[in-house]
């Protein structure tokens, strides 16, 4: 796995090979397909990973990578399974996979070692307490890190993003990104607290703010003489004393302060944001750039989600973007409000606006009475007699679908993903709010939906075809004979088919990358480095394609594959970087660390030129920055 600068090529040759190349051998399915040894149990599918047992080894799959590692065990082994990595602990032995990274790394710990993870459900950070020795081990990092402690049996806390260890007077930080401890002086009175998604976690003392950063591997310490408050979410932490608030991002690694008019008595928010009433001022506080902002305003109602406010006055109503950390434009009447995570909506008898917060901008639904309303986590989906319109918060635009059968459809709240079904259900249509348009797949008969946050499986007795927001194609599986169990989690589908036969989709196309926001976690902020990953044959040469704006241009049978990036605003790079040996290659990209770039979206793609064989188009990925 190698990683190096790109040299810039003009768009034009890029677009012009595609166009002229001859017939290609086929791109890679995003199904791997094993065969499952005799005796094996156990399957389990979530995030990017898969696994399962047989006798003697553990079986344990990346969604990133597309390969399986087998590794042999005793009898009593534990696999502590999350969304992108696996600890195997086989007596004194502790293994460590990540899928982004696919390299078995071990350590040895004694029989007594403490082993602390996030929830099974969704954990990116383990650590290991063995006397005066601490292990750590992040899903992104993907290694083990080691500290001497000054004493055994220290506090821990883990959750998704990062964990704290307190080591008598020294607080720890751990980032799932970064995978070091990050030491703070702290006391004998700090309090471990971390919030779900964990983007910030604190060690606070009386009196004393102490916030660690997941993503820029950093504390932030304030003194708060006399602290009447705190308020703690999944990307900042605040503590406030008398009418002066301060408040740490998670995301930025930045402090930030704000003296109101009177005392501060309480603050409210969600995941990314905050805000509360200060006279007749609303007072907003952004993770995205970790800052407070004001805007004038009478009676007030105040409703959050995720990255989103809207400042409610009864006859008016304002959005607040927790991504750019500012006000967007009002809108004048009385309206009903609704929201999920990243995207929002204002309704009133005539009319609908959809409201992106990347965009900051509210936009007329082309209906003006649905019969329904869908909010996925990035997307408001409307149905009416004539079909369906869908607007992403990527791009703020609604883009319609007429159908022949109204009112069939999937949408979870908790979920990226909005599926239709048309004909007599043999037709599945799910928006794609990466790409802002809408993919159909239709088969010989009524399809079975199971939707899993930004995953979609459709199936029947003979084929299913997977889609995922992040790789914007519907990919389709033969069945090798009656399925015995179909499990679809998060960003990953295992099915067992035939007699033996195991097929494993994942979402992570073979050009991915260690982010999914706004169809899933994982943001990309200024001045980090976007971590992605090629597969394909050891030897490719990837010519890269960047561009500002989605597209759709199917260039089949030419070249084997879809350009994903408005080709007005691509650029062409040649990777000068071949595929490692190992099928693998890590390109980094820097973000600049500028305000000017706050909410740009950065769309990806790969021409690979295999040795010997022709070329094809990668998957695409479409990181947003804030």
Sequence with gaps: MSNNTPLRLAAAG?????????LTAQRPSLWTTVTMPAGSSGLNAIGTTVSYTSPGAVHLYSGVTKRWTVVPVGPGATVFQANDYFIVRDGTTLHGLATHIDTLETITVSATA???????????TTIVADGTQAYSFGAFHGKWEMQTLSQPNPTIAVSRLCGLLLDGTTAYGVSA???????????????LSLVREAEVGTANSPGVLRAFSAQQNTWGVQNVPGATGTFQKDEFAMMWAGNQVWAYSGLSGTMASYTAAAPITSIDGAEGIAGFVDGGNVVCYGAGRGQFVTMPASNATLSFDYHLAFVDEGNQVTPFSAITTSFGPTLVGAYGLGSND???YAADATQVYGYSPIKNVWSLAPVSAPLSFSVVRSAVVLGDSTGYCGMSARTGEWVSLPTSTIGIYQAPSNSATFVALDGFGETAHVFDARLGRWATVTGPSPWTVDISRHTVVVYDGQTAHGFGQPSGEWYPLTFAGATTSIDVASSIAAIVHGADQLSVYC???????????PEFTQAINLGQTIHMHQVGAP????FSLIGLLPGYLDVRPAVDGVVYIDPTTAVANVWPQLIDADGLLDMDFTVPNNAAFVGLQLHFQNLVLEPQRQPWLSTSVAPIVF
């Design 342 to 344: 990243d995207v929002g």
């Design 507 to 517: 979402v992570q196309g073979s050009f991915s990358y260690m982010g999914r926001y």
């Design 14 to 22: 890029a677009l012009a090979l595609l166009c002229t190349a001859p």
């Design 114 to 124: 403490t082993v602390v993870s996030g929830s099974a459900s969704s954990s990116w």
């Design 539 to 542: 030897g490719s040469l990837l």
């Design 177 to 191: 990104h970064h995978g070091t401890f990050v030491p703070v002086a702290a006391d004998a009175a700090a309090t």
